[in-house]
């Protein structure tokens, strides 16, 4: 299976073979890493409602194994700034944006309709404008409307508006053309072409606790889950401030918990967390300045529950 985060630029029904994706939001590739997919092509994703697919997913998913092509809008702006780290970039406008010709990330934004109608586009990419214009007019008109479109906000710059900063005498001869359409399909065709990636060492420095949180945050599972990993990370965070320290008996007793698969480095890490959550909740009376008994924290979430 081959994951495409495919919106405004190409139709769905392009994608053929494909498991389609809306546009990619932070945390949506590493949620795509549990379907196990055997490429990743990131063509399209948000800006600005929400946050936008972050950097070290991208390159966690090429750790994995998984290549990453990306090109024509946001896949393109990745690909231009990590493809010297793994990360494949395709078509013209991840090579305008790699080699300095264009700089502005707002030249492949424009305003689309949501999910229920297809992410269907709505404005006109500046991309789309500066190709048209290089292929369709002299050059010296042909800088010119690229100057009067970039002056447009990219969530009015509709086709009308392009179509009446054409000089009149060549309107005839200018035709709109679709570049992010073109870069789509051709991301799509090299997502397919791939093969495995090789095995690559773990990076150095490992993650920082803001990755961390952020991967936990995105983590896919249910709520009570995602729940109890965050509160037994806390509590095993706080155990270690405290100075508290598991025996290898204890973590050993722990690791016969833990089912998953993985490096013994990741199981025995989580096995020393399970090891430290239990020491800091039979210390937390006095770990606590004034700290409650058994008693009291029963009742407490007795009178919680309506008891």
């Known amino acids: 299976m081959i994951v495409a985060f495919l919106g405004p630029s190409l139709p769905a029904g392009e994608a053929q073979g494909f498991r389609v994706l809306p546009p990619a939001r932070q945390g949506d590739v590493w949620r795509a890493l549990d379907l196990r997919p055997r490429a990743i092509a990131l063509i399209d994703g948000v800006f600005e409602s929400q946050p936008s697919v972050w950097h070290r997913e991208i390159l966690d998913a090429l750790d994995a194994g998984v290549p990453v092509f990306g090109g024509a809008s946001m896949g393109a702006l990745r690909a231009a700034e990590l493809h010297t780290l793994g990360m494949v970039g395709v078509g013209r406008i991840f090579r305008w944006y790699r080699d300095g010709g264009i700089i502005d990330d707002a030249e492949v934004a424009l305003l689309h ?43 009015e710059r509709t086709v009308p508006r392009v179509l009446e900063l054409v000089p009149p005498r060549l309107r ?15 991301v799509l065709k090299a997502a397919r072409a791939a093969g495995p990636l090789p095995a690559r060492p773990p990076r150095d420095p490992p993650p920082s606790s803001l990755v961390r949180r952020r991967r936990i945050g995105s983590a896919s599972g249910t709520a009570a889950q995602a729940d109890a990993g965050i509160r037994r990370a806390l509590l095993a965070g706080w155990a270690r401030e405290q100075g508290l320290r598991a025996t290898p008996e204890e973590v050993a007793a722990a690791l016969r918990e833990v089912r998953a698969a993985g490096p013994r480095d990741d199981r025995l890490r989580l096995a020393e967390d399970l090891a430290l959550e239990r020491l800091a909740m039979e210390h937390a009376p006095r770990l606590l300045n004034d700290g409650p008994s058994s008693l009291e924290t029963l009742a407490a979430e007795q009178r919680r529950r309506g008891r």
């Open 113 to 155: 309709a949501d999910a229920a109608h297809g992410h269907r586009p709505l404005t006109v990419p500046q991309v789309n404008v500066r190709w048209s214009a290089q292929q369709s007019l002299p050059p010296r008109e042909a800088r010119a409307l690229m100057q009067a479109s970039a002056r447009i906000f990219y969530q």
């Open 172 to 186: 005839a001869r200018f035709r709109l053309l679709d570049l992010k359409a073109d870069d789509a399909r051709e």
